[in-house]
């Protein structure tokens, strides 16, 4: 249920640096509304990974899907989510006559890799709901190493473009003709990010599976210790669930979300608290909140 501090469910993975678009995870009622308080653009979206098909992370998509063509999206778009998100999709595009002027490619996925390129892989596993739920898993593959520039500088590669080309990986040949090996002036490769962002679920061993060695696990906490006992009736989890799993995971951050109505603005710190008696680094998530991981650290923005 939204509230007047809270809207339903959706967080955007940006990855603008990295591919020049975002990645949106679940797309409650009233999303593209709270989009437009951020910098966020839809022609920017590239692709949409849905966790659950139950309303308060779907109802927003189809009001998206239709303002993304008008917003200047062109580009494809895909959609990932449970068994029966692409009749939902295809039955309210038809029913409100709506028409996208982009290809839109529906993946109903199970478990395993749905998405792999040179970049990026994610995969995906079941959790534990009243209904299909799953998490997912988004690994940066190995980034290029330093650049050495002495290295580069003594092997006569002039200032400019190729410096930048072999820094990005790739040999590079000079005007004398002789061939600059990219792994010869740089340093090793340095790793990449993981971030596991996980649907609504019980507490389960796929959750830690999913999050193991990731840099932020993004959990849902609908409840706290003082009424856990609705936790599992109910098919969540609460502050000390997403912080044991965290815990367990050897993760580096949590970002807890999918906070209970029943919790005001001022409860956040009290959740937190919770959860740092199991994991050092936790944050309440609110909305429009916005986190960085840089250096090895997780960092709220102003």
């Not at 955007?12 to 949106?24: I, P, V, Y």
């Not at 989510?81 to 199970?110: C, D, F, M, Q």
């Amino acid at each position: 249920m939204p509230s007047k501090q809270r809207n339903t469910s959706a967080l955007a993975l940006k990855l603008l640096e990295e591919r020049g678009t975002f990645w949106l995870f679940d797309c409650g009622e009233a999303t593209q509304h709270r989009m437009l308080h951020t910098t966020l653009k839809p022609k920017k979206l590239e692709k949409i990974f849905i966790t659950h098909l139950h309303g308060d992370h779907i109802f927003g998509l189809p009001g998206l899907l239709g303002s993304r063509g008008f917003l200047g999206g062109t580009e494809r778009l895909d959609l990932y989510g449970p068994v029966g998100l692409a009749e939902w999709i295809e039955v309210t595009l038809r029913i409100s006559r709506t028409h996208l002027n982009y290809e839109l490619a529906v993946h109903e996925v199970e478990e395993g890799t749905v998405f792999e390129d040179e970049t990026f892989r994610v995969e995906v596993q079941p959790l534990d709901h009243v209904i299909p739920s799953f998490g997912y898993r988004i690994e940066q593959k190995p980034l290029p190493g330093k650049l050495l520039i002495d290295r580069a500088t003594e092997a006569g590669v002039p200032k400019g473009p190729l410096l930048r080309e072999l820094k990005e990986g790739r040999d590079v040949v000079l005007e004398d003709g002789s061939i600059i090996r990219s792994g010869d002036v740089t340093g090793p490769p340095q790793p990449g990010f993981t971030v596991a962002i996980l649907g609504d679920t019980r507490f389960t061993a796929n959750s830690i599976e999913l999050a193991r060695g990731a840099d932020i696990v993004v959990h849902e906490a609908t409840y706290d210790g003082a009424t856990a006992h609705l936790a599992a009736p109910y098919g969540h989890s609460t502050i000390l669930d997403a912080a044991q799993v965290a815990r367990e995971a050897g993760a580096g951050a949590l970002i807890a979300n999918h906070i209970s109505a029943r919790f005001l603005p001022e409860d956040a710190r009290k959740l937190a608290g919770e959860a740092a008696d199991l994991f050092p680094v936790v944050e309440i998530a609110e909305d429009l909140a916005e986190f960085e991981w840089k250096d090895g650290q997780l960092r709220r923005l102003p």
